[in-house]
Structure formats: structure tokens, C-alpha cells
């Protein structure tokens, strides 16, 4: 008998039939002898229906009003849940986050779990209950209901499996687990079976997300095995877990693209000492985000700096830099938007400088200019302009063999 | 400077533009220079809504599941409205059941109020804010949500203003306020500036029912005044509180008519001790609450027993009573849905013969014939047909002169 979390998103409980067909899969499951902790999200589209309703009242509500409001669409989600499973005879009962006591920092909207007390759940547990938790919430030291922030199920569930010590934390989506690259652009890409922390984390970071950062991070931390899956159906997913270096047969996982990237560049920057950090300080105080940055070699004194951000943030980076251009005297700043940026991900990347001159040599075969370039240990990514950016897939995960063999 | 507590009702806060209304009263009220805790119910229909996709899971839902899942009500009230009023810059602050420390016994979808602790609303109304709270719930030792059942953010209410020594507990209603009868029958029924406790109880059973009984008993046994008004006026409304017999000028306070009542008789019942008894054990034994009752008088050795139950009782009730009637050798079971109880409440009624006498003139005038009598210290009950009863009521209204004047 084994103690598995599982955790179901908002498209699984959207509707009360869907419910059914959820509390039917855990049921089953429990009737296959393990013990079950089921992290449940909001239903469908409630929680952007809270948010409409509170714009109706205010255009600038407080961080925790809104969390008060927000944390109402799990509370509906698990009672209903279980409702389902009580239906079918089966001893259930539903928890919110500051039942089972998750207790986080005090930062709404964002909050971060510090703590989670188990013994509420591990007594309904032992009374033999599926124990259905409200994903997404957590309460402060103040007594103040918080949220976790987008994707925040995520990490609840994996929270809870490292503080069960579970021995798997399941995430029910609404794809088969994690690919190669994105099937809808890479008809041949193969679903992978198993994939480390770090890779996973960086697909993530890199628009392929399936996961929560968080809660990968979460994982990763306290080892705990996360089993991504599809809702749909019974086959095996993608397990997310501590991978050696040498377990592993592909250098390459996978090929990930980002197309929500602009490119910015003030020019012409006097080089000296303290610019750099003006120039990323400035977009820290705005709270810019910023993923690549390159700084172009010195001529005549002067330095281009570019750097990417989201295309969210780029109309404040964009105010920031002009500002910041004026008082440094460069040039000024030019932006693009029509770029796109293009990983590959793999244990082992950063060793193994081949796999780099692969991936540029896909690109060249295919005449595609690389704008920038940025590299971590285990990912290699570029940046293009965006109308390549479907080929530029292909082509990679065509050189590093990644496919089922199905495309032509 | 005072304390106040305010409860306003589900359709007082039924869209934004209401919601912003309220959080305008209520400012206005704080400006006054008062303390203010505000207790809300759930928007509009929104428990109907809930409720209904309960059903839609299972026609059986536990107790337990439906107090977690209604909770979620008056919990997007509660931060609906504190939003409204950040929004004019006043400091506000939201709670639910549990964050106020609202402690009631185990009894799921009815609990009863058990301790209230004050220690959280005292702190944020020294820190000079708004408290807003989530009505109808509280949480249990278990730490499980709870609610009150109907009406129960009135008891919500009286209860905090009971702890917290509020000077005033005032209920928003849709109603200006405690009327000598139903305007909708007796067009110059005149609204009572106070009524006491128990005259309220006696009204709010006999089905006018502006206020919660709970709430009316919390309120007499802690001392506190409630002033029943109107959400769209400032005028005030009717004070609920302890009247002294000598203060009152009229001896009759108010006429009201409930038309959700129905007769059954047992005919014929052998005389023997112990067979009332058996009767309503019986009708207990099935959870039919009963009303007036009455026993003929022996007539070769046998008793008609006659009582009344609500409509919704009267199933059960025949049932059972058929089935008694053939264990105890009777002659049958007969019963009427078209009977109505007219009533008149006022403070010392019980001791005041004329007081009855003149409203069995008001029928006798009227040619109503009446079934059934029945009488407290402070109500005189008479069941009637059904058809006669808006009459019954207009000609006992008229007899004692409760009117404004201004009907002819």
C-alpha cells in the first residue's frame, strides 16, 4: 500500500460530470489499495469570474481581498469533489488550505509555503479517507487566507507529498506528459518517459509549461518523484525526477520554444564602470524581468547593451531604458518584438560543446540568422526572428534525432 | 463615539452597484464618528446557485460537504464589499466565521453559536478599521466550517453585538421596519417604533418574518437592541428590545396570519391514559413539529385529538397517524390544508379576557367560523378557512384600532 498525492486542475473539475469522472479515477485508485491526498484547483473559468466581479467594484482591490475571493473557487471545488466521492459510498472528506495547514509567508496574491502541519491529514488517513485538499491557498501567521500565485496547485500538491512523505505526486493534465518539443509544431515529437528536475525546470522557464517552477523547485528539494499525466487516460506519463548523468541515453531532452520575447537595445552607452548595473538596476526598480543579456565589445568608447524581456513587461522596460538613455547620453533604445527564442534542454549541455555547434549548424542548414545567444548547464538557447521560429524547431529536433520516427 | 453592528441581507448585496451602495451606508455611519462591524450575507441567489450544483453531483450530499461548500457565500461578500469600501479610501478589513473566532457545537447545516471570540475584531477595530464578516458561519471544535441555518447571519449578528457590548445591532432589511400587520393585506397597517422580545418571537412564528427567532432569543438573553430598518432609507425602522408591561400603550401590538398550516384530526380515539402521549411520540418519532392541539371531550369513551403541522409536515404527519390510528383501534384520520392560523401578539395579552373577547367579535362580525383557539401569555391564536383569512386579519387590525388612520 502506497501514499500518492494527486493533484487535478481546473479543466478536470470544470463541470459537475467531470467532477463524477474524476472522483471515479480516485476511487479506483484507492480501491488499488493506496492511501490518497487529492489537491484540487478552482473549476474552469471561476477564478477569472471572481476577478471580473471585483473589477465591477474596483479597478485597485487589496492583494488580500482578492486572496479572500480567490480562495473561495477551491473551497467550492473540493466540497463538490467531495460530494462526488461520498456518492459513491467511499469515506471522503475536503480540506481547505487552512485546514490542513499550510502556512506560508505573509505575501499575498504570491505567498510562499514556510510550513505544512499534517497531522489533520494524516488522521483522516488513518481513518481510512480520501482527504481532498483546496490546491492554491495557504494561511499566514496572521490568520489571513494567502494564494500561492498562478499554477499554485502545483506546489501545493508536491508540498504536501514532501511533508507525507508520498511516494508519488501525480499532476493530472490535459497532456499526455512532457514532450520533445511542442506536438502542435513538431508533429513526431516523443513524449518523454523520465526527465530531471533541472530540465524540467528549464522547459518550464521556457514557455513549455506544464509545471509549476515552484513546485518543481519543491520537488526537487525534497525529492519527491512527480508523475506528469494525462486525465484522459490510464497510460504513464512523464516522471519528473533526480536523473544521473549517466542513466541517461539522450543528451538532448527536448527543444522548446518561446515566442512571448522582445528584444531591446540602448545604443551607444559610454563604457564606463556602473553601467551595466544603472541600466539593471533601472529595470529592477520597474520590475522587469529580464532573461538574455548581451553587451556588444567596446568601439569607440561606447557599448550597445541588449537584453530580452516578456512582451508584458516590454512597454515598461522600453519607458525605463529611454529615460535612462537620456541621462547617460546614448543614443537612445530600438526594440523588437518579432523574435522568438529557441532552447534546446539537457542534463550535460554545458560540457559538451558539439551539441551547441549541432544546434547553430540546424539553424545555418536552414538560413536562419542568430540574434543572441545564451547558455546554462543544462540548456542552449537562441534567439530569432519569431516567423523562423516553427522551422527553427523542426529542423533541431530533427538533427538531434528526437523523434518517434512517425514524421517523414 | 458608539459601537455598531450592522447586518445587511443577501439582497442588499446582490450585484456591485448594491454592494457599492452598502459600503457607502456604511462609511457614512463610520464617519458619524462609530465603531462599525458589518455582517453580509451571500449575494443575491448565490446559495440557490451552490446548492443547485450540489445537486447536479449527488441528490445526497453530507451535511458536513454543503456547509463547506455554502461558506464560500458570504466569503465573496465579505471581500466584494471590503473592496468597495478601499475603494473610498477607508480602512476595512474582511473575516470569515473562523478568522472572527465564531465557535459553535458540531451540528452541521444548523449549528448553534457556542463562544464567540472578540479578540481579532477588537484588535483591527482599535487599529481604527471597518470589520466586515462572513455571516451564517462559524467553525466547530473540529475545526470544520459550520453554518447556521436560515437566517442564520441575523444570529450572526446579535451574537457579535452580544460579545463585542455594541450599543446597537441594526438589521438592513427590504422592510422599513416591524408592521401591526402585513401591508400587502391591511393597507394601514402602521409600523411599531419598538416591540419587545417576545411579542417579536410570538410574530416571527406566526409568519412574519422579518427577523431570525434565534437572533430574537440571542438578543433577549444578552440584553441586546435590535433595530430592524430599511436598506433605502435613513428613516429609522422598529427596536426589538425588553419593554416593560407599564410602558406600553397598546395592549396589541400587531395581527399576523400564517396560510402554511393544515389540520388533522385522529377521530375517535379510545379514552385511555397514555394514548396522547402515543400520539405525539409518534409525530415526534417522525420530526413533525406540531402547533395548536386539541383534545374533544370524552363522548362515549372515545376523543377526537386534532393538531396542526406546517404544509410541509402534513405528509408525514397523516402518514403516521394513519398508521397509529389502526394500532390504537380508531375510526381514521381526516385533515384540511385550506385552514389559516390568524393571530394577535402583544405584551400581557394572557391576562386580559376582553382582549380575546373582542377578537372573537372581530370574526363572529365577519361570520368566520373558528376551528381552533389556542393561547400564550402574549398571542391569541385562532384557526380559520383558509379563504377568510386576509378578511380576519383586516377586521381584527380594524377592532383594535392598530391602524394609521388612514384606510377607510
Same mark, same amino acid.
Given at each position: 500500500m502506497g501514499l500518492i498525492v494527486q493533484k487535478f486542475g481546473g479543466s478536470s473539475v470544470a463541470t459537475p460530470e467531470k467532477i463524477k469522472n474524476v472522483a471515479a479515477r480516485i476511487i479506483k485508485e484507492k480501491q488499488n489499495g493506496n492511501q490518497l491526498v487529492v489537491v484540487v484547483s478552482a473549476m474552469g473559468d471561476t477564478t477569472d469570474h471572481l476577478i471580473d466581479m471585483a473589477r465591477q467594484i474596483t479597478d485597485n482591490p487589496s492583494d488580500r481581498e482578492i486572496d479572500m475571493l480567490l480562495s473561495t473557487g477551491e473551497q467550492v471545488s473540493i466540497s463538490l469533489l467531495s460530494?462526488? $466521492?461520498?456518492?459513491?459510498?467511499?469515506?471522503?472528506?475536503?480540506?481547505?488550505?487552512?485546514?490542513?495547514? $499550510?502556512?506560508?509567508?505573509?505575501?499575498?496574491?504570491?505567498?510562499?509555503?514556510?510550513?505544512?502541519h499534517t497531522h489533520r491529514i494524516q488522521r483522516e488517513l488513518e481513518a481510512g479517507k480520501i482527504v481532498i485538499v483546496a490546491g492554491f491557498q495557504g494561511l499566514n501567521e496572521n490568520d489571513d487566507i494567502t494564494t500561492l500565485g498562478r499554477g499554485g496547485s502545483d506546489t501545493t500538491a508536491v508540498a504536501l507529498a514532501a511533508s507525507l512523505k508520498a511516494d508519488v505526486c501525480e499532476i493530472f493534465t490535459d497532456v499526455e506528459g512532457v514532450f520533445s518539443a511542442d506536438p502542435r509544431i513538431v508533429p513526431d515529437a516523443r513524449k518523454l518517459d523520465e526527465i530531471s528536475y533541472d530540465e524540467m525546470l528549464e522547459m518550464a522557464s521556457l514557455g513549455a509549461v506544464v509545471l509549476q517552477p515552484r513546485a518543481v523547485e519543491y520537488g526537487k528539494n525534497h525529492g519527491v518523484p512527480i508523475h506528469v499525466r494525462s486525465t484522459f487516460t490510464d497510460?504513464?506519463?512523464?516522471?519528473?525526477?533526480?536523473?544521473?548523468?549517466?542513466?541517461?541515453?539522450?543528451?538532448?531532452?527536448?527543444?522548446?520554444?518561446?515566442?512571448?520575447?522582445?528584444?531591446?537595445? !540602448? @545604443?551607444?552607452?559610454?563604457?564606463?564602470?556602473?553601467v551595466a548595473s544603472q541600466v539593471f538596476t533601472a529595470?529592477?526598480?520597474?520590475?522587469?524581468?529580464?532573461?538574455?543579456?548581451?553587451?556588444?565589445?567596446?568601439?569607440?568608447?561606447?557599448?550597445?547593451?541588449?537584453?530580452?524581456?516578456?512582451?508584458?513587461?516590454?512597454?515598461?522596460?522600453?519607458?525605463? @531604458?529611454?529615460?535612462?538613455?537620456?541621462?547617460?547620453?546614448?543614443?537612445?533604445?530600438?526594440?523588437?518584438?518579432?523574435?522568438?527564442?529557441?532552447?534546446?534542454?539537457?542534463?550535460? %549541455?554545458?560540457?559538451?560543446?558539439?551539441?551547441?555547434?549541432?544546434?547553430?549548424?540546424? %539553424?545555418?542548414?536552414?538560413? $536562419?540568422?542568430?540574434? @543572441? !545567444?545564451?547558455?546554462?548547464? $543544462?540548456?542552449?538557447?537562441?534567439?530569432?526572428?519569431?516567423?523562423f521560429a516553427d522551422q527553427a524547431v523542426q529542423g533541431i529536433h530533427d538533427i538531434f534525432e528526437l523523434g518517434n520516427g512517425t514524421s517523414s
Open positions: 460530494m462526488a $466521492i461520498e456518492a459513491q459510498s467511499e469515506p471522503v472528506i475536503s480540506l481547505t488550505g487552512a485546514q490542513v495547514g $499550510i502556512i506560508t509567508n505573509k505575501v499575498h496574491r504570491k505567498a510562499r509555503i514556510v510550513e505544512v497510460s504513464p506519463g512523464t516522471i519528473v525526477k533526480e536523473v544521473g548523468l549517466l542513466e541517461k541515453e539522450l543528451v538532448v531532452s527536448g527543444v522548446t520554444c518561446d515566442k512571448k520575447v522582445s528584444k531591446v537595445a !540602448i @545604443m551607444e552607452v559610454p563604457d564606463r564602470p556602473g529595470l529592477a526598480n520597474d520590475n522587469v524581468s529580464v532573461d538574455m543579456i548581451i553587451q556588444s565589445i567596446k568601439r569607440d568608447g561606447v557599448n550597445d547593451i541588449s537584453f530580452t524581456v516578456s512582451e508584458e513587461d516590454l512597454k515598461k522596460a522600453v519607458t525605463s @531604458m529611454q529615460k535612462l538613455s537620456d541621462d547617460l547620453g546614448a543614443k537612445g533604445v530600438v526594440y523588437d518584438m518579432n523574435v522568438a527564442k529557441v532552447s534546446i534542454v539537457g542534463a550535460g %549541455l554545458g560540457g559538451n560543446p558539439s551539441v551547441a555547434a549541432k544546434m547553430f549548424k540546424a %539553424l545555418a542548414d536552414l538560413g $536562419i540568422n542568430i540574434e @543572441m !545567444i545564451s547558455t546554462s548547464e $543544462i540548456k542552449i538557447s537562441c534567439l530569432i526572428q519569431e516567423r
